[in-house]
């Protein structure tokens, strides 16, 4: 995408301006997606987005910007504009740029490019409205939404890496809507993977229709949740979102690096309880948080970040290596060329332990099972959180008896991860959208069910 005597050139005049490193990242975008809303087609939309956007490195300082121009002269003014906020006397050249090859792990048989298959994405979307509206006659209203996109990214630095990767991107999104009279309530998922046109296929229309309005209709008639503290079982899949939010974030250099984080000085201590061991890992094939490569080029790899409770690794990018002294992860990540990368998330799950959801159910006098988390906010610095439940039951006298309206879980990272007792067997996945200082980018969420002995519960009393 990029002529690699130009970025050669560009990047020998930013070290000659004084830059202690240099990176250009090249990247060509496309998209396409499509809603409907109550059978009908809503909207359509499609685009390109081509950029490149410059970093440079003065020691622990960052500057970037980012143009839309391969020119050689305009790219080596925004170089100039960028050194300009920090000139040193150094007059230094880049060596070769060597193009790095590797192979890819996430196979793609129907990228954007060669099929948009406009019309069998809107006949699939009409199935799953079907199916949900089947199911019962309060569901009220249907929303969904298939996108596919493509990316396409080239790295050059000034250590001489050249590599580049092309992404593809593929999610659906079902929403349904229960009514009964002002009574309303919501079901929703969001299915996604690494990979073309062809995910749709792994996917039963039928039954993505018929869970998205089971949720719904679960909590229409669902009774007030109780409140206080008390032992709550999360469920899989989704359920690992507070291990993203109220842990996750606080175990990247992003936040490390400042000191922003209560884990910043914890590496080898026990931060959890014994039975929790986490991961994130970017080489899962096809998962919607997966890379080959991170946007700094390095290739992804699996990160142990805690193991039997103890905190073993950060997730680190390039400059938070620089800053914490710890070795890069392949963790650094960006939305798009107008952001500079940091540490991000990539797949990232507690493993799966020895329990049944049975066994767990049966230890809980009175507690909350939490089948299916939604969003929620985190103090980034401490990890305090509260998150919504989507789907709740009340656990009476270890059996799960009542579906229950909208409860909150209210906690810290690190105190919900010393109250972890319980890990079960049924471990899942789940995508989603995570968002920090370098935009928003693709991640996976994930563990089996687990038992959290107290938690504060708000709900509806």
Request: net charge negative; with cysteine.
């Amino acid at each position: 995408m990029l002529n690699p005597a130009i970025a050669k050139a560009v990047i020998d005049h930013a070290l000659f301006l004084g830059a202690d490193f240099a990176e250009l990242f090249v990247e060509h975008h496309q998209s396409s997606s499509v809603e409907l809303i109550s059978g009908n087609v809503d909207k359509i939309n499609s685009g390109i987005d081509f950029g490149i956007g410059i970093r440079l490195f003065f020691g622990h300082k960052v500057l970037y910007g980012y143009t839309n121009s391969t020119d050689e002269d305009e790219l080596k003014r925004v170089t100039g504009l960028l050194a300009a906020k920090d000139k040193r006397d150094q007059i230094a050249q880049a060596g070769s740029l060597n193009l790095n090859r590797y192979t890819s792990q996430h196979h793609c048989q129907h990228p954007l490019a060669q099929n948009a298959n406009l019309e069998g994405k809107i006949a699939f979307l009409r199935q799953v409205d079907h199916a949900a509206r089947h199911e019962d006659d309060k569901i009220s209203q249907f929303i969904g939404r298939i996108l596919q996109r493509e990316q396409q990214i080239e790295i050059f630095n000034s250590k001489g890496l050249h590599i580049g990767d092309t992404r593809h991107y593929s999610r659906v999104a079902a929403t349904a809507i229960a009514q009964n009279g002002s009574e309303q309530s919501t079901g929703f998922e969001a299915p996604g993977a690494l990979t073309g046109w062809e995910f749709l296929d792994t996917l039963n229309a039928e039954q993505l229709g018929q869970d998205v309005a089971k949720q719904a209709m679960v909590k229409l008639y669902a009774d007030p949740c109780p409140s206080g503290e008390m032992p709550v079982i999360i469920g899989n899949g989704f359920g690992g979102v507070i291990f993203h939010e109220a842990c996750g974030h606080l175990l990247e250099t992003t936040s490390v690096a400042k000191k922003a984080s209560v884990f910043h000085d914890k590496m080898g201590e026990m931060i959890a309880n014994p039975v929790v061991n986490a991961v994130d890992d970017g080489t899962m094939s096809n998962e919607w948080g997966s890379i080959n490569i991170d946007d700094e080029g390095m290739e992804t790899q699996r990160t142990q970040l805690i193991k039997d409770g103890k905190l073993t690794s950060f997730m680190v990018d390039h400059m938070g290596s620089l800053k914490t002294g710890y070795a890069p992860t392949g963790s650094g990540r960006r939305e798009s060329y107008k952001y500079a990368p940091t540490s991000r998330m990539r797949n990232t799950f507690i493993e799966a332990g020895n329990s049944s959801l049975d066994e767990m159910v049966s230890s809980v006098e009175h507690g909350i099972y939490a089948q299916k988390m939604g969003g929620g906010s985190v103090q980034p610095g401490t990890g305090e959180f509260n998150f919504a439940v989507q789907e709740a039951y009340l656990i009476e006298d270890g059996k799960i008896t009542k579906p229950l309206k909208t409860a909150t879980l209210i906690s810290t990272g690190p105190k919900v991860l010393q109250e972890i007792s319980m890990i079960g067997q049924d471990f899942a996945l789940a995508a989603g959208m995570c968002g920090s200082v370098s935009g928003s980018v693709p991640t996976t969420v994930g563990q089996a069910a687990l038992k959290v002995d107290n938690i504060l519960v708000g709900g509806g009393n």
